[in-house]
Structure formats: structure tokens, C-alpha cells
């Protein structure tokens, strides 16, 4: 006779994330003020960590989830992968506040890089 357990429930998969909650400051600089370490289950999507997050800090403001560089995080197929969240390298940042701040950020230094690649082309020619 034999006594194995058979659990009749799949199991789901998770990972254990640390979510950096952030501001940007007035210099359009990612400014972390504390982090929240969310579980985060199979199927559960950019949305969902959101509201994990607004549920752990307590919080009546929606948060917008974001990498290291403050670019928004967008729901698919591959953020509803538990695989996507287990990447240890991958920073992932919680915003209250606009994320125009940060927006712009981006945009200028993408063009101030240009400006500088376009000058260094002048100069070679």
C-alpha cells in the first residue's frame, strides 16, 4: 500500500523581488526612499506589482513601475513571466510621482548625446 501525497493543486510560480519606491528630484535624478520586496506570482503582470506595491507602502496613490534608466515597465507577455521578475540584475523602481520628470530626463540626455556625437563628426571631417 502505498501513502504518497498527492496534492491535486498545480504550484504556482513566484519570485521574491525588491522594488525600490522612488522620486524624482528637481534635477530629473532617480531619488529611492525605501524598497518593498514583493512576491510575485505567475500571470501577475506590470499591474499587479503596482498594486502590490501601493498595497505594502499602504498608499492611495497608483504607482508606475519602471527600470533603472525611469523607463516605464508596460504589461506583455514577457513582464507576466515570473522569469522576467527572477533576473537579479534587473533594478525595478516604483514611481508616485509624473513620470514626465523623468521623461524628459531621458530625452535630453539622449539629445545631448547627440549633440556631442554630431560635433565629434564635425571636427573628424
Known amino acids: 500500500m502505498s ?19 522612488a522620486d524624482v528630484d528637481d534635477n530629473s535624478k532617480i531619488d529611492a526612499y525605501t524598497s518593498v520586496h514583493a512576491t510575485i506570482t505567475e500571470g501577475l503582470g506590470v499591474c499587479g506589482v503596482a498594486n502590490l506595491v501601493k498595497e505594502y507602502m499602504n498608499s492611495a496613490d497608483d504607482f508606475t513601475i ?4 525611469g523607463l516605464e515597465i508596460v504589461d506583455s507577455f514577457e513582464t507576466k513571466d515570473v522569469e522576467f521578475w527572477k533576473i537579479p540584475s534587473r533594478k525595478v523602481y516604483a514611481f508616485k510621482c509624473d513620470l514626465m520628470k523623468i521623461k524628459q530626463k531621458h530625452e535630453s540626455s539622449v539629445a ?14
Open 3 to 21: 501513502h504518497t501525497f498527492q496534492n491535486p493543486q498545480k504550484r504556482v510560480k513566484s519570485a521574491k523581488k525588491q522594488i525600490y519606491v
Open 66 to 69: 519602471c527600470d533603472s534608466k
Open 112 to 125: 545631448k548625446r547627440k549633440r556631442n556625437e554630431d560635433a565629434t563628426d564635425r571636427k573628424g571631417i
